[in-house]
Structure formats: C-alpha cells, structure tokens
C-alpha cells in the first residue's frame, strides 16, 4: 500500500502596526495609540453598574451621613478622581476634606479630585453630608456601603435609601491615575491552512507546527506573556497554554489564536508589545491543481471585544409583528434603506405628541409593546428613547439587527444594512415635529454615530446631508436646535450591548432617559484609551470594531481535494437567529446549502455566491468568488 504523499508550506505572518493590532480584540485597560500596544493609564474601581431607579435616591444633612469604603492596595495610592450620581456638599476622605465637589457638564454625576496623599492602604472611608443627594443600587455584597443618621457616629450598611428598605451601595466610582495589574489583546482566529494558500485555494491541511514569539519592551516590575490555543474548526477551543509549550507540539490543528496578557506589578510602569510573530510549517496531503480564485469580495471579519445579546424570535416578538401589521408597514420597499426609513416614520408618528408624560406621570421601560400601549393618548411618558425603542424592536421583528444609542441628552438607534454592509444611524424621536425623523448622509452614504462625530469634530456638518422621509433634505450646518437635536450631543455616545429588552429588563435600568444616564451597561465611545468625554462609566473603548463589527457576512473557504475539478467549500457567519446557508453557482437559483459541501467547477470562469439567512427570513451579504479551472 503506497503512503500518501505530503507537502510541507512555510508560512510567516506578523502583527505590529496599529492596523493590525486594533483587529485583535481586547480587555479594557490596553492602549493601542503609542508605537505599540501598552496599558491604559487609567483603574476604575466601582462596586456596582447603576442598576437603579432614578428615585432611589438618599438625601443627605449635617446628621445624615453616607459612608463608600474602597478598599486599595499600595499600587493605587495616587491621584484619582471619584464620581458620584448626586450632588452632595461635603466629602471628607480618610477624615480629610476633599473640595471642591462640581458637577459633570450636562449630566447627573458630580466629580472631586483625591489627592493620593489622602489614600491609604487597605480600607478607605468616603464620607458624604452636608446636603444633596445620592443614589443607591440594591444589592448584598460587597457591602462597602453605610448610611449613619446620628452624624457619623454609628453606621447601618444594610438600611439605606427610601425609608431603609435598601441593603446596597451608593453610586460612588474611584478612577486612579495608574496602569492596571493586567490587560490582554487577543488574535483573530488564525486559519493555518489559509495562510497557507495559493491561488485562493487551501491545501489539504493535515497538521502544523508553529513558533509564535513576542517582541516586547518590559521595564522592572513589567511583564509581557504570550499565550495561545488551538481548534480543529474554529469552535472548540483548547484551554489557554503558554506559547512555547504550543510551539513544543508536532502536530497542531488548523485553528490557532493567540493572547498577549501585559502587566504592571507597581501600576508606575507599562510594558510594550512592539511585535508578534508566526512562523508555521503548514502539512497538507498532495492536491491536484484544479481551480484557481481570479477575483473574490471580502467581506468585512470585524469582531467586538464585548458580547452582544440578540432578540431572538420569541412569542412577543411575533405579537409585535402581527398586532401591529409591521409587514403591511414596509410592502413595496424595494431596499433595506427604504425599509428603515418607512419603519421609522411610521414608530414616530405612533405617538405624534411627544415628550407629555401623559395620565400616569410614569416613564415605561424599554418595550415596545408596553410602549405601544400607552402612547397614544398619551397615557405615559413617550420620548427619543421610547422612539428609538420603537424602531429598534419593530425591526428586530422584522428580522434585522439594531441597537440603541445614547448620545448626549440624546437617544437614537443604529441598524446593521446588509445592502450596504454597514450600521446605520435613525434618529426616530429627534423633535416634537414628528415630520423630522431622520438619518444622515455623506456623499450619499449614511453615516453611524461615529462618523457623524468625527465630521461634527471636523467642522464638516456642512457636508451633511440630513434625509427626512417628506422633506427635502438639508445640510446639517443649517439645523436649528430649538427646531430638532443638534450635531453638539455628539460630543459623547453610548451604545447598548444587547436589544433584547422584550425579553428582559436587565442589565439596566427602568428609566433610562428620564433624567440622567447612571446605568453602566453602555460602552461609550472615546478617542483615546484614558477616558476624557465620559470617565464615570466604567466601560469605554477606542476601538471601533468594538462598536462597528461585522454581522451577517459569509466567508468562504475553498479547500482543494484529491479529484480534478473538485473543491470543498466551508461557509461560516455570524448570523444572529441564524436558520441557513444559501448558495448558487454562475447563474443557478438559490439553494439551501451545508456548511461544508464539494463543488465541481467547470474550466471556464465560474462563480459561486453565498450568503447567510436568518430565522425571519433576512438574506445576509453576498459574497461572490470566481473561479477559473486550471489550464
């Protein structure tokens, strides 16, 4: 019996520009602007996200005290800034008065600077009083939080807001000026086989070897570790192990990710990651040349550090959809855009007196069912985030991806467009004249939030085109703010980390717009790793892909085989609610396809087509290869 003949491909691949390493994702605390990737100069500590109601609220005096213990070790003994959601008149630290207390530009939080010199090691007491108030979430431990009603003498940490009836923590964050103990950015997937490929086809991959090395600057007390692991397809991972002993392995899987962890023993000093470095002998079964790829799309493979939580197809997603005819709401649109901006009118002019708390004087949560019911009248409070509600869960019954903003006293919402294979902003609830609803334009391409920031930034609001669904459109130099929402709430923005709030109110808040944003279940965007636009949240980035990832997109992965004009073809996605793989081949109908199937090409130019569908019927991106047979 002959043995099967086997080829060995040397691969390399290195990562140290900043283009290649904002591809990697990341945990907070990594800075990727300086000539390599370092930590962040900036810890927040913080015992609770906020999770609250607006009135849950203590109110201070001379007698009545509130106590936040932060508990700090010798590496957080320098300056920092505490934000509170309240406004209280005194704060001693440590026994020492801290001043002067002063309140966050256009939001509910107030700020005082702490010098280190007022810190100390183990547990620090922060002391409130004086007058003001503060908020408190409900919750059991960690238990760093008391009220005192006989001015400090004595304290109760588990009696505190309305009446007592709270055993929780006072909405206090401690920000230092100092790097984190550790933070870590983490590879893509790496296809070995792919690097390995010719003509856009991969080899038979049987097995590799690998040597994965790090360049990296690590002052004393600094250290740099490079780890990775490994999976036969991509899903099931190994555990995490230390590169070296990966690269002592002969006969490694296809799949292999790596994670650079960086750490800072006395929070002074930062290590640098300038470079990392694969080196792979790729082994794969000889292939007959078959086909070759003369041109393919690309799509977009941008993954977010964070997780996102999707409506799925439930019960009251459908009621949604039947009650209120939604399908009937977007007949005869013949693109995505068009759908969205029907859709949206149509969720503003549900309520066309916005802004009037109605009967019950009672702000609704993010549902749009519950909504729905109480806006007309109206018996409830309907404003930009109850719009923004609106478009986001009706078109999630319509089976498209979308997700709230928050911008500066501002909420829109933002939409995944397959058409145009990116997020798109709708500003549903932007005036009380519902004939505003709009979103906007840059040479005819609509913009998200972070575009139309870095124009605004720019100076180049004139270049906008603001697109309403009945007037003509205008550019954004000439909006009126006392007319719709002005280009200056773009100063910061927010966005939700999931939009299934039909399924469950939580992680979050019950109120958030009324009144001020406290909940810390957004990722708020900012142009550098330490937070400048909003310090009081605890989750921030700079990273766009972390706001900005790809969904929907099909990849597809040819893999030669041993039969002449044969190829097997691997499909994957991200798809949320995904049902199927669609393909066709040149000009052939589409059919329902396996992830992994073979194609015969023909020795002419051919083109094979796949895309994504999803449980309500959405086709995801086309992505288009073509294919010349081998001469």
Known sequence: MSRRKVETTSVRRTWSSPEDFEACTRRRGIDNRARGVRLARTVMHQDERGMTHRENRQALSDQVHALKEFVLQPADLVDGRLYVFGDPARLEVNGQRVKPIRRLPSTGWSVVRVPAQALRRGVNQFVFSGGGEMLVEESMCPNHSALSTDGGATWNFRAMGPQGMNDGEFLARLRLERYPVTADVTSPPIDLAALAAEDGICPRFESATVDLTCQADAPKGCHVCLEARTSPDGQRWSAWADAAKIGRQRQLPRFLQWCAVLGSEDGRTTPMLREVSLEAEVRSAASVPVVRVVAADEPADVLSSYRFAYQ?????????????????????????????????????????????????????PFDALVILETNQDPRALCMCTHYTTLMVETAAALGHVGRHVILDHHCVAELWCNDLRKWVLMDTGNSEDPERNCHFEHEGVPLNALEIRRLWQQDRTREIQVVYPRRRPVTGDTLKPQEQCSFEGYRRFGAAQRNNFLDTPFPGELTHGWGDYFCDVYLWWEDEAVPRASPEYGLTSDRPGDYYWSVNETHVTLLATDRPGVVAVELRTHTPNFEAFEARTGDGDWRDADACFEWTASGDESAIEACSRNSFGIRGPVTRLVLSGAG
């Open 312 to 364: 799925g197809p439930t019960d009251r997603l459908t009621r949604l959809r039947e009650q209120y005819g939604l399908d009937d709401v977007v007949a005869g649109c013949a693109t995505e855009m068009e759908r969205f901006v029907a859709l949206r009118d149509w969720c503003r002019h549900t309520a066309p007196k916005g802004w009037d708390s109605g009967r019950t004087d009672w702000c609704p």
